[in-house]
């Protein structure tokens, strides 16, 4: 089964001497409860920057500017015993956008302090590769999660494109 196409976007600001992400709790949809990045599904006809351009609007209500984004890699999650959940996730970062992140319907976006992600409230995978990307490495890693679709089973580090 093929991996469905979405994509993340993490704006990074300075806050004096530390770096802090926007990241946002899901409200609805997959993931409810968990503290997520900002993004989603790519749209038929979509490239991947439009996607999170469109999906940064959506969720956090700023604007982002493709020429502004930051390829940090991509991840694809394999769910073995899910297939339909299988995702292959572009990854882009950005320090530059238009507007002050507000609720939305779907997200609730707060500020996070890159050196003490929350990552004990995020997807499990999370903390073997957001990190990496944050840090502006390009990284591009496949993540297989358990039976009970939350654990990660393992995770492969790929040289080159995916």
């Known amino acids: ?36 990045g900002i993004g989603g599904h790519v749209e038929a006809g979509e490239s991947d920057a439009e996607a999170v351009v469109r999906e940064v609007w959506e969720e956090a209500g700023v604007v982002v500017r493709q020429e502004d984004l930051a390829d940090a890699g991509a991840v694809e999650f394999l769910f073995p015993t899910r ?18 992140p507000a609720e939305r319907p779907e997200i609730t976006p707060e500020w996070f302090d890159t050196g003490a992600l929350p990552l004990h409230l ?26 009970d679709n939350e654990t990660v089973a393992s995770v492969e580090k790929l040289t080159g494109e995916m």
């Open 122 to 147: 995020m997807w499990q995978d999370a903390e073997h590769w957001l990190p990496a990307a944050l840090a502006g490495e390009v990284h591009n890693v496949v993540v297989v999660l358990n039976e």
């Open 83 to 100: 297939p339909e959940w299988n995702m292959y996730c572009r990854l882009f970062t950005t320090r530059h956008w238009e507007g002050e």
């Open 1 to 36: 089964m093929a991996s469905t196409p979405v994509t993340l976007c993490f704006l990074l600001r300075d806050a004096g001497s530390r770096t802090e992400v926007l990241l946002g709790l899901k409200r609805t949809g997959f993931g409810t409860g968990k503290i997520v």
